[in-house]
């Protein structure tokens, strides 16, 4: 995820493929030119300092920009801004040697600026000299590359090959300027008027409200507008940064005294969970703490051998048996210590940090909140599980927001053994919400006493209800149950499954695929069963459609949690709330989208909300389309949820989309129908069936701050700290330095 410091904006960069020889060097070498357009169009007061690249699909959750191969995406942020929580502007190959472009979708993603060109308008001033980053003009007047007679690009493969052979030619283009007070149309009908109440970009730009208070305290030209000049010299070049690309995953669990009894055993079996369900190439490794911390488990990567693989797998579970209760709550010297160890070989494309504790800090040289800036300059993920009325909700909330990561609490008022279960339940659900490309298709709670021969899903599940009375009507004696999960078409992989609380028992499971093919263990389809309460197939390419899980044993004996996580590069579902902190009694403002390449129309979405009280409710999402008077762009999805004075505390809250695959027409904006080398000013979208769900927890407080502490909170999308290079990177970044001062 990146931010923004003194001037300086950090971007990430997700190609969900994988790079050329050279497309990396051109990439950066366009982004120089994206920072010198938008540090002339800011007089000279901000720039692009560092991109972070993430190749192959990895890192996507926490990029600031997807670049797509060549598959009829044309550049769109789509309201995705820079303050929120892992949302993320696209554009394909074909658009990327247009570094105007790019700088334009970056207007609206770091200064939730709008488009001016709608139906035609443009502003009032000079074409060849205060033309607006926001408007439609000729695409010649782009900074872009040409061929050598000055001709435009038709696509990537006709430019790519002539920039590696040296005769692309960089032209200079005259769109580096925002409109001002004084050349502003406030009477034109486009978005910018429309959304952004009249104002023109630099005036809606001067206010920091209006960008996620991020504290940029821009210098706003007067009426005679903004220095027409570029500045002089140029930006500083942006330093480039290729990522490891490996995928890695550091837990850090609390086994301080107030763990001791029951919840120390499902902390242990959560943590197998995680040794069993990481996979080859995969890395992780396992910090403790309680008034001290400890690396149990280095970084590592889990082996390819099956038998190199037992072993590594077995090593760890001994490891983890061996946790036992004790001692304080030293919360920051234990982020510390896995901060470290994930960073020790360098960045990689995904780091993830899972932090679980039950408590209040209340020992240690630093707290959270010393170590959050580095984990932010690092670009480390951190997912943050409380337990209980001793976790710091707000301080939790605050770690995840700003990191990209999510914030699972288990409330207070449930009984001992519901909460026991619940970590078990919580760190397994993070573990198929925090994999890049990962999504969490059915997590249900079952209670095995109840249910019928076959569970049928529902959309008004509350995923974590532990307080819902149990039924306990008598049934007959079933030795099975099945329950179906849809795999998405293009899914690379796959965890088909079940858990249970009662270590004591046994259930083994038969998965059977779309046609009707019952899996067994292969090169293909891992299979993981024995001692721990969970089994499940962890399957490689599976087919698309409906596939069925069956569970065989003492049925009426305990209850279950369905597995069905799925990983996809193609589909990305973003939710966030617009605060995560209120006041009691204000309402909570949610935005969502689900994305495939393009946001899609006609999305089933709700949100399912556990009230700080335990009450249930249900949310409808409104589709926005485009009409005037709303507040966000066509297909992004907004709910509120009204909240109580008097009820203080976590709301819990589960977002569920459902979309039936189906085709429909695209239609490009006017400026990129006007693309050069464009044939089609629609193209046909064929999407799969999706179902996806995330969870979020909003706080809800007398003064609705963050009150964490000592400090003031971080906001999404700043840091104070400078962007973290590792030392066994640096000569990669001479390389880039190197290259890009040539031009």
Same mark, same amino acid.
């Given at each position: 995820?990146?931010?923004?410091?003194?001037?300086?904006?950090? +971007?990430?960069? *997700?190609?969900?493929?994988?790079?050329?020889?050279?497309? &990396?060097?051109?990439?950066?070498?366009?982004?120089?030119? /994206?920072? !010198?357009? &938008?540090?002339?169009?800011?007089?000279?007061?901000?720039?692009?300092? *560092? @991109?972070?690249? $993430?190749?192959?699909?990895?890192?996507?959750?926490?990029?600031?920009?997807?670049?797509?191969?060549?598959?009829? /995406?044309?550049?769109?942020?789509?309201?995705?801004?820079?303050?929120?929580?892992?949302?993320?502007?696209?554009?394909?190959?074909?658009?990327?040697?247009?570094?105007?472009?790019?700088?334009?979708?970056?207007?609206?993603?770091?200064?939730?600026?709008? #488009?001016?060109?709608?139906?035609?308008?443009?502003?009032?001033?000079?074409?060849?000299?205060?033309?607006?980053?926001?408007?439609?003009?000729?695409? #010649?007047?782009?900074? !872009?590359?040409?061929?050598?007679?000055?001709?435009?690009?038709?696509?990537?493969?006709?430019?790519?090959?002539?920039?590696?052979?040296?005769?692309?030619? &960089?032209?200079?283009?005259?769109?580096?300027?925002?409109?001002?007070?004084?050349?502003?149309?406030?009477?034109?009908?486009?978005?910018? %008027?429309?959304?952004?109440?009249?104002?023109?970009?630099?005036?809606?730009?001067?206010?920091?409200?209006?960008?996620?208070?991020?504290?940029?305290?821009?210098?706003?030209?007067?009426?005679?507008?903004?220095?027409?000049?570029?500045?002089?010299?140029?930006?500083?070049?942006?330093?480039?940064?290729?990522?490891?690309?490996?995928?890695?995953?550091?837990?850090? +669990?609390?086994?301080?005294?107030?763990?001791?009894?029951?919840?120390?055993?499902?902390?242990?079996?959560?943590? %197998?969970?995680? @040794?069993?369900?990481?996979?080859?190439?995969?890395?992780?490794?396992?910090?403790?703490?309680?008034?001290?911390?400890?690396?149990?488990?280095?970084?590592?990567?889990?082996?390819?051998?099956?038998? $190199?693989? $037992?072993?590594?797998?077995?090593? !760890?579970?001994?490891?983890?048996?061996?946790?036992?209760?004790?001692?304080?709550?030293?919360?920051?010297?234990?982020?510390?210590?896995?901060?470290?160890?994930?960073?020790?070989?360098?960045?990689?494309?995904?780091?993830?940090?899972?932090?679980?504790?039950?408590?209040?800090?209340?020992?240690?040289?630093?707290?959270?909140?010393?170590?959050?800036?580095?984990?932010?300059?690092?670009?480390?993920?951190?997912?943050?599980?409380?337990?209980?009325?001793?976790?710091?909700?707000?301080?939790?909330?605050?770690?995840?927001?700003?990191?990209?990561?999510?914030?699972?609490?288990?409330?207070?008022?449930?009984?001992?053994? #519901?909460?026991? #279960?619940?970590?078990?339940?919580?760190?397994?659900? @993070?573990?198929?919400?925090?994999?890049?490309? *990962?999504?969490?298709?059915?997590?249900?709670?079952?209670?095995?006493?109840?249910?019928?021969?076959?569970?049928?899903?529902?959309?008004?599940? @509350?995923?974590?209800?532990?307080?819902?009375?149990?039924?306990?009507?008598p049934r007959q004696k079933i030795d099975s149950f099945v329950f179906p999960v849809e795999i998405t078409s293009g899914s690379t992989n796959c965890t088909l499954g079940v858990k249970w609380y009662d270590r004591a028992l046994s259930y083994r499971i038969q998965v059977t695929d779309p046609t009707g093919i019952v899996i067994i263990p292969s090169a293909t389809a891992r299979l993981v069963s024995g001692k721990h309460p969970y089994t499940f197939y962890d399957i490689t390419n599976p087919k698309p459609g409906k596939w069925t899980v069956e569970v065989f044993g003492n049925i009426r004996a305990s209850q279950f949690r369905t597995i069905g996580f799925e990983v996809n590069r193609n589909v990305r579902f973003e939710v966030a709330a617009v605060k995560?902190?209120?006041?009691?009694?204000?309402?909570? %403002? =949610?935005?969502?989208?689900?994305?495939?390449?393009? $946001?899609?129309?006609?999305?089933?979405?709700?949100? %399912?909300?556990?009230?700080?009280?335990?009450?249930?409710?249900?949310?409808?999402?409104?589709?926005?389309?485009?009409?005037?008077?709303?507040?966000?762009?066509?297909?992004?999805?907004?709910?509120?949820?009204?909240?109580?004075?008097?009820?203080?505390?976590?709301?819990?809250?589960?977002?569920?989309?459902?979309?039936?695959?189906?085709?429909?027409?695209?239609?490009?904006?006017?400026?990129?129908?006007?693309?050069?080398?464009?044939?089609?000013?629609?193209?046909?979208?064929?999407?799969?069936?999706?179902? !996806?769900?995330?969870?979020?927890?909003?706080?809800?407080?007398?003064?609705?701050?963050?009150?964490?502490?000592?400090?003031?909170?971080?906001?999404?999308?700043?840091?104070?700290?400078?962007?973290?290079?590792? =030392?066994?990177?640096?000569?990669?970044?001479?390389?880039?330095?190197?290259?890009?001062?040539?031009?």
């Amino acid at each position: 995820m990146g931010f923004y410091t003194n001037g300086k904006f950090n +971007l990430s960069v *997700s190609l969900r493929y994988a790079p050329a020889t050279q497309e &990396l060097n051109f990439l950066c070498q366009m982004f120089q030119q /994206v920072s !010198r357009v &938008l540090y002339d169009a800011t007089d000279g007061q901000q720039y692009i300092a *560092s @991109v972070h690249f $993430a190749p192959d699909g990895l890192g996507g959750e926490g990029a600031d920009i997807w670049i797509h191969p060549n598959a009829d /995406v044309w550049p769109n942020s789509t309201s995705a801004r820079l303050w929120f929580t892992g949302e993320s502007l696209d554009v394909s190959q074909d658009f990327t040697y247009y570094a105007t472009i790019l700088a334009h979708e970056l207007s609206h993603y770091l200064y939730d600026l709008r #488009d001016e060109y709608n139906n035609g308008s443009t502003c009032q001033g000079n074409i060849t000299t205060q033309a607006s980053l926001m408007e439609g003009y000729s695409w #010649d007047f782009n900074n !872009r590359w040409t061929d050598a007679a000055g001709n435009n690009y038709a696509n990537f493969a006709a430019f790519f090959a002539d920039f590696v052979a040296g005769t692309a030619v &960089l032209q200079a283009g005259q769109l580096n300027e925002f409109c001002h007070a004084g050349n502003h149309n406030a009477t034109a009908n486009n978005n910018q %008027n429309n959304i952004n109440g009249n104002q023109s970009c630099w005036t809606y730009m001067g206010d920091n409200a209006n960008h996620g208070n991020l504290p940029y305290n821009l210098s706003i030209p007067g009426a005679a507008g903004p220095t027409l000049a570029a500045p002089a010299p140029n930006p500083p070049a942006t330093v480039c940064i290729e990522l490891i690309n490996a995928q890695r995953f550091m837990l850090v +669990l609390d086994r301080s005294f107030s763990m001791v009894g029951s919840k120390i055993g499902q902390l242990i079996a959560g943590a %197998n969970f995680w @040794v069993d369900y990481v996979n080859a190439a995969e890395e992780l490794g396992i910090v403790r703490f309680s008034g001290t911390s400890t690396l149990a488990a280095t970084m590592s990567e889990v082996p390819a051998s099956a038998a $190199a693989q $037992a072993t590594w797998r077995t090593d !760890r579970h001994t490891i983890i048996a061996g946790t036992t209760a004790a001692g304080s709550t030293g919360i920051g010297d234990a982020l510390r210590l896995g901060l470290t160890n994930i960073l020790a070989a360098g960045s990689a494309a995904a780091q993830v940090i899972i932090l679980f504790t039950d408590g209040l800090q209340n020992t240690g040289t630093e707290t959270a909140q010393d170590v959050l800036p580095d984990a932010v300059a690092a670009g480390v993920k951190i997912y943050t599980i409380g337990l209980g009325a001793d976790q710091d909700v707000a301080l939790l909330t605050s770690i995840a927001d700003v990191t990209g990561g999510m914030y699972f609490g288990i409330p207070a008022d449930i009984s001992d053994n #519901d909460s026991s #279960d619940a970590i078990s339940d919580a760190l397994a659900h @993070v573990s198929g919400q925090s994999r890049s490309n *990962s999504a969490v298709k059915s997590f249900a709670e079952i209670d095995g006493s109840t249910v019928d021969s076959s569970y049928v899903p529902s959309l008004d599940t @509350v995923l974590f209800n532990w307080t819902e009375s149990k039924k306990t009507r008598p049934r007959q004696k079933i030795d099975s149950f099945v329950f179906p999960v849809e795999i998405t078409s293009g899914s690379t992989n796959c965890t088909l499954g079940v858990k249970w609380y009662d270590r004591a028992l046994s259930y083994r499971i038969q998965v059977t695929d779309p046609t009707g093919i019952v899996i067994i263990p292969s090169a293909t389809a891992r299979l993981v069963s024995g001692k721990h309460p969970y089994t499940f197939y962890d399957i490689t390419n599976p087919k698309p459609g409906k596939w069925t899980v069956e569970v065989f044993g003492n049925i009426r004996a305990s209850q279950f949690r369905t597995i069905g996580f799925e990983v996809n590069r193609n589909v990305r579902f973003e939710v966030a709330a617009v605060k995560n902190h209120i006041k009691a009694g204000e309402v909570i %403002n =949610l935005r969502a989208k689900l994305m495939y390449g393009f $946001a899609l129309p006609e999305v089933s979405m709700q949100a %399912n909300v556990r009230t700080p009280s335990g009450k249930i409710q249900t949310v409808k999402f409104y589709e926005n389309k485009g009409t005037v008077g709303e507040k966000e762009e066509e297909k992004v999805y907004t709910a509120t949820i009204k909240t109580d004075k008097a009820e203080q505390g976590q709301y819990s809250i589960t977002v569920v989309a459902s979309y039936k695959g189906k085709q429909f027409v695209f239609k490009p904006d006017e400026l990129y129908s006007q693309k050069p080398g464009s044939k089609t000013d629609s193209v046909l979208i064929k999407t799969p069936a999706i179902y !996806r769900q995330k969870t979020l927890s909003v706080q809800a407080s007398r003064t609705g701050s963050c009150d964490c502490h000592e400090k003031e909170p971080m906001l999404p999308g700043y840091n104070s700290k400078e962007v973290w290079i590792n =030392l066994k990177q640096k000569e990669l970044v001479k390389r880039w330095k190197a290259a890009h001062n040539k031009d």
